[in-house]
C-alpha cells in the first residue's frame, strides 16, 4: 500500500515511466477517490465515477504541476469533485426532464452564487501565494490529509509546530482576504 508520504515518488516513477508504478498507481488512486463518491450515488455510479476518474487523471498527469508535498492529492481530489459535481448536476437534469421536482431542489447553487464563490475562491488563491512559504506548506501539508507528525520529522520539527504554522496561514488568509473585500467593497459580496 502506498503511504501518503510515497505517492509523489510514486507519481514521479510512473511519469519516468517505471512499469511497476504504473500498476501501483491505479489502485492507490482508487483508495483515493472513492470516498468521495461512496454514500453520495449508487453503487454502479460510483464504480463508473471512479473509473472515469481514474482514466482522467491518468490522461491528465503529464500536466500536473508539483508544488510541493500533497499538491498531487489536492490535484487529484480536484478531480474527483468537479467529476461528483458534475455528476450530480446530470442527475439532476435528468430528474427534472422526468417531472421530479424533489430532486432539482438539491441541484446546487445558482449561477449568481456560483460566480460570487469563484469570486471568493481567486481573491484566496492570491492571497494564498502571499503566505510565508514555511506556514503555507504546512497548510498545505494538512489539507491535503497528511499526518503533521509525518512533515514534523521530515522537517526535524516538533508536530505542534506543524498545526501551529498551519493556523498562522489560516489566520494570515483570513486577515487578507477580509482587507480586499474592505477595499474590493460592491465587487464582492459581504463574506459569511
Known sequence: ???AMDL???VAAYLAGQPWAG???GPALRRLILPVFVGRFEAVDVEDLTQETIVAILRDISKFENRGKGSFKAWVWRIALNR????????ARQSELEGDASATASVGPGPIEVTHWRERLIVVEEVFELVDPKFRSALEFLISGGDPVELAEEL???PQTIRTRA??????????????WQTSAGFFSTPR
Open 23 to 25: 500498476r501501483e498507481l
Open 8 to 10: 509523489e515518488e510514486l
Open 156 to 158: 526535524d520539527l516538533k
Open 84 to 91: 461528483k459535481l458534475a455528476h450530480a448536476k446530470k442527475q
Open 167 to 180: 493556523s498562522r496561514a489560516l489566520m494570515i488568509i483570513r486577515e487578507l482576504v477580509r482587507e480586499r
Open 1 to 3: 500500500m502506498v503511504g
